[in-house]
């Protein structure tokens, strides 16, 4: 056997077999799972951006190699079978919500598009590792609010492409959330009744006093 037919089956063929069979191990893994899907909008949860009597196009493998982010419309197994809802807060996190304002790690949240309606409140909770906090777009609809923290295993797919009237495609576009900026100084807060957010006067220097007392006739 020549030198290079050596090299070849003593390095490159272990090293192709063990992708090969890494590969083979996910598929089976992942045996009898639809990877794309495509399924009735159940509800006015995600309206305005899904309304009843559309369809939604699903990744059902989106998340096989990856962890779910912050701002993706999900389907999640329910008691009552499944469900649309947009994950606002990810493990470790701690969420808040108040009037359907979203406040995660005390600051608010941009979710990236418009809500509607505002639905209960809640108050402060810190997600575990493996749990996520899922919110309705109609701020109405059941959530996490009443099921509390969802966790990683019930999240299963992935809203890619909604098709409305004339069964037109259209991506489900996601906006990234981020943090907003606090409300500049003299600002009504929400939730303060229109009080103007108030912040300490910064500190004077004692050179800053000393100059100012040397300059008074």
Do not use: H
Not at 55 to 63: D, E, I, K, P, T
Not at 111 to 134: K, M, S, V
Not at 153 to 173: P, Q, S
């Amino acid at each position: 056997m020549s030198s290079n037919a050596r090299r070849y089956f003593g390095c490159f063929l272990p090293m192709v077999l063990a992708i090969f069979g890494c590969g083979t191990m996910l598929l089976l893994g992942n045996a009898g799972r639809i990877v794309v899907e495509l399924r009735p909008v159940p509800d006015d949860s995600m309206a305005p951006l899904l309304q009843p009597g559309w369809s939604v196009m699903l990744s059902n493998a989106a998340f096989w190699v990856q962890e779910p982010p912050v701002g993706d419309i999900v389907t999640v197994k329910t008691a009552d079978g499944w469900a649309l809802r947009r994950i606002v807060a990810a493990p470790g996190e701690t969420i808040e919500v108040r009037g359907g304002r979203i406040l995660v790690n005390g600051r608010p949240r941009d979710p990236g598009y418009t809500p509607i309606g505002r639905g209960p409140d809640q108050l402060p909770i810190t997600l575990g590792a493996d749990q996520y906090f899922l919110m309705a777009d109609n701020r109405d609809a059941v959530d996490s609010r009443t099921w509390g923290p969802v966790a990683r295993d019930r999240i299963f797919g992935r809203a890619i492409f909604k098709i409305g009237e004339g069964r037109t495609f259209l991506e489900v576009m996601i906006t990234p959330t981020a943090a907003l900026p606090l409300p500049p100084v003299g600002t009504p807060t929400p939730g303060t009744g229109g009080q103007l957010r108030r912040t300490a006067a910064p500190p004077t220097s004692t050179a800053s006093v000393g100059a100012a007392a040397g300059a008074t006739p």
